[in-house]
């Protein structure tokens, strides 16, 4: 049983660039959730799909932030024109539909470093 | 509304004391009740959870106390050991919708 899986661990980039991060879920959750934690915070959610439908999105998300789950498999999160307020952990969960406990399965999280 | 408030920010705590960790919410619509762990460089993971129909629920050294009038919720761990010390979160859900969490408490437990 692999859990969740997120690439890359860790990435620096300067301002103004794109990043890109992705999230391979437990494969049999239907529900898959992204995350934003910073230094001495709690997660922060930004945004959620149910197989490829995108069910919801912060609204304390910039247009600069887009996600996918094309396949209803992996999802990608990009961010556009990276800033240094983007700095942060990036993490991914999953969560089964079906007989569903509540419970997210989180990843160990993408760092992203925005010099 | 979507808030979750946790106090206190951090908790240092001797080998065999007990560890509380109290929160609260104003959103009466969070049904599920859920307590994360998150030790350094991982990702969080379910310590336990609880519905407001009961008050309280323990598993093993954790127990979670409910108090639906008062909208407050409490976590318990007993006989605090050193692998305990990590950051604890509560958080809250609506019919298993999206989990907002708390700020976190970060437990030491000194031997």
């Known amino acids: 049983d692999t859990g969740v899986s997120q690439d890359p661990r860790h990435k620096i980039t300067k301002r103004g660039q794109n990043v890109t991060f992705r999230c391979d879920p437990i494969s049999e959750h239907n529900r898959l959730y992204w995350y934003r934690q910073t230094l001495g915070q709690g997660p922060e959610f930004l945004t959620y799909f149910q197989n490829e439908a995108q069910l919801e999105k912060s609204r304390l998300l910039s247009d600069r932030f887009s996600a996918e789950r094309p396949k209803g498999s992996f999802s990608t999160l990009e961010i556009q024109r990276t800033e240094q307020g983007d700095s942060a952990m990036y993490l991914c969960?999953?969560?089964?539909?079906?007989?569903?406990?509540?419970?997210?399965?989180f990843g160990e999280g993408s760092r992203l470093t925005v010099l | 509304q979507q808030q979750v408030k946790q106090s206190p920010q951090s908790l240092i705590v001797q080998k065999g004391g007990i560890s509380i960790i109290n929160c609260a919410y104003e959103n009466t619509a969070f049904d599920y009740f859920p307590w994360y762990q998150q030790f350094p460089g991982k990702g969080p993971a379910l310590l336990i959870a609880i519905r407001p129909d009961v008050s309280e629920k323990k598993e093993g050294r954790f127990t979670i106390s409910f108090n639906k009038s008062a909208k407050q919720f409490s976590l318990h761990i007993m006989d605090s050991q050193p692998g305990d010390s990590a950051t604890y979160f509560c958080?809250?859900?609506?019919?298993?919708?999206?989990?907002?969490f708390g700020p976190g408490t970060s437990l030491s437990v000194i031997p």
């Open positions: 969960a999953s969560s089964r539909l079906a007989g569903n406990t509540g419970e997210l399965f």
């Open positions: 958080a809250a859900s609506s019919s298993y919708d999206k989990v907002i």
